[in-house]
T-cell receptor, first 111, second 115 residues
Framework: SQQGEEDPQALSIQEGENATMNCSYKTSINNLQWYRQNSGRGLVHLILIRSNEREKHSGRLRVTLDTSKKSSSLLITASRAADTASYFCATPSGSARQLTFGSGTQLTVLP | GEEVAQTPKHLVRGEGQKAKLYCAPIKGHSYVFWYQQVLKNEFKFLISFQNENVFDETGMPKERFSAKCLPNSPCSLEIQATKLEDSAVYFC?????????????FGDGTRLSIL
């Protein structure tokens, strides 16, 4: 079952603009991960934030985590056409740490 | 290899036929996961393996789905007596350990179409 919702479901921006995606989850977590899925491809791990962290950066990516609100956000700065993809948040759960995914945000960056 | 390799890319079966999907995890990775993606967004966990042992199968439909990871062979996911609702993209992922926070490496999936 899905961990939670992501919003927006779809986002269309111009190249150079920033894109922000939000994710809500339901259960207590140890960490939260963000993945990208290009059309017709598998998921690619982008960044992980632990439950005791509030913000993390990696290149043009900035992730925040608010455990009191059970929410996370992914900010992509200075977006490029190549950033066009679906973005999913995921949390590890279960005995083998399988991932439980959010519903995803489809990002389109227009050149 | 350095990538998770899934075959075939596309598989078309008539309703009631058998479907078998294969996955070669990254060499040295101990954990393998299978997920089902329906309608381009919802991912459902099916089963995980630690080496050749089933680790968690809580997501597997019991009656028609089975999976194996045998030594020196690709892992496989088999669906007997396929139904229209089995149409989906099936992803395999591997990780080096089962530790919390270990990123998973995904293959490009097998698109299964049941006609």
């Amino acid at each position: 079952s899905q961990q939670g919702e992501e919003d927006p479901q779809a986002l269309s921006i111009q190249e150079g603009e920033n894109a922000t995606m939000n994710c809500s989850y339901k259960t207590s977590i140890n960490n939260l991960q963000w993945y990208r899925q290009n059309s017709g491809r598998g998921l690619v791990h982008l960044i992980l934030i632990r439950s005791n962290e509030r913000e993390k950066h990696s290149g043009r990516l900035r992730v925040t985590l608010d455990t009191s609100k059970k929410s996370s956000s992914l900010l992509i700065t200075a977006s490029r056409a190549a950033d066009t993809a679906s973005y999913f948040c995921a949390t590890p759960s279960g005995s083998a740490r399988q991932l439980t995914f959010g519903s995803g945000t489809q990002l389109t960056v227009l050149p | 290899g350095e990538e998770v390799a899934q075959t075939p890319k596309h598989l078309v079966r008539g309703e009631g036929q058998k479907a078998k999907l294969y996955c070669a995890p990254i060499k040295g990775h101990s954990y393998v996961f299978w997920y089902q993606q329906v309608l381009k967004n919802e991912f459902k966990f099916l089963i995980s393996f630690q080496n050749e042992n089933v680790f968690d199968e809580t997501g597997m439909p019991k009656e028609r789905f089975s999976a194996k990871c045998l030594p020196n062979s690709p892992c496989s996911l088999e669906i007997q007596a396929t139904k229209l609702e089995d149409s989906a993209v099936y992803f395999c992922a591997s990780s080096s350990t089962g530790q919390l926070g270990q990123p998973q490496h995904f293959g490009d999936g097998t698109r299964l179409s049941i006609l």
